[in-house]
């Protein structure tokens, strides 16, 4: 499968805990994003690598996440001091073109 | 900021009913995009439009950017059991790394 793949596909943690999710794009493509999704809402844009490079952070990104790609592959997401407020599928999106961004199956993240 | 508004939020219609779903923005976008989600799974792409006025068909489906380019519509043809899920439009965020803004979308099902 070359999709971009994202693991865990389900995270259950408690409130306190620190979490790390990662992402594997499509190999030869050197844009990645992240995006949250709550409930009933679309996904909500977190932060943006073009290779190694972390070009862009929303301001959803508080100071308790923290993503990397330190190759220019692969990428984790990092959420520490969870909160229930962060119960959210967790997105990520890999492109190379102008348009089409192909994303992953997510990971759902549930903070109890 | 740009915002993306979907109507209508939900929609259950038997199988072989028409319907269309709008995507409306006081802001031009430079394209459009619509997405699939189902349950558990991240957003496939269907279509780009990137033209006012464009329409592209995708078997069932019709797409429709507006002249403007601050609207488009979807439009589906008998629907069948297999259009349910959450339809999202999306467009290009104006921070130029290209990440997307979507809409909250519009959860279809489709009664057999």
């Known amino acids: 499968d070359t999709g971009v793949s994202q693991n865990p596909r389900h995270k259950i943690t408690k409130r306190g805990q620190n979490v790390t999710f990662r992402c594997d794009p499509i190999?030869?493509?050197?844009?990645l994003y992240w995006y949250r999704q709550t409930l009933g809402q679309g996904p909500e844009f977190l932060t943006y690598?073009?290779?190694?490079?972390?070009?862009?952070k929303s301001r959803l990104l508080s100071d308790r996440f923290s993503a990397e790609r330190p190759k220019g592959s692969f990428s984790t997401l990092e959420i520490q001091r969870t909160e229930q407020g962060d119960s959210a599928m967790y997105l990520c999106?890999?492109?190379?073109?102008?348009?089409?961004?192909?994303f992953g199956q997510g990971t759902r993240l549930t903070v109890v | 900021t740009q915002l993306l508004e979907q109507s209508p939020q939900f929609l259950s219609i038997q199988e072989g009913e028409n319907l269309t779903v709008y995507c409306n923005s006081s802001?031009?976008?430079?394209?459009l995009q619509w997405y699939r989600q189902e349950p558990g799974e991240g957003p496939v792409l269907l279509v780009t439009?990137?033209?006012?006025?464009e329409v592209k068909k995708l078997k069932r489906l019709t797409f429709q950017f507006g002249d403007a380019r601050k609207d488009s519509s979807l439009h589906i043809t008998a629907a069948q059991p297999g259009d349910t899920g959450l339809y999202l439009c999306?467009?290009?965020?104006?921070?130029?790394?290209?990440?997307?803004?979507f809409g909250s979308g519009t959860r279809l099902q489709v009664q057999p």
């Open positions: 999106a890999s492109k190379a073109g102008e348009y089409e961004a192909f």
């Open positions: 190999s030869e493509h050197n844009r």
């Open positions: 690598f073009q290779n190694e490079a972390q070009l862009e």
């Open positions: 802001s031009v976008f430079s394209s």
């Open positions: 439009v990137v033209t006012g006025g």
């Open positions: 999306a467009g290009p965020r104006d921070t130029g790394r290209r990440a997307l803004t």
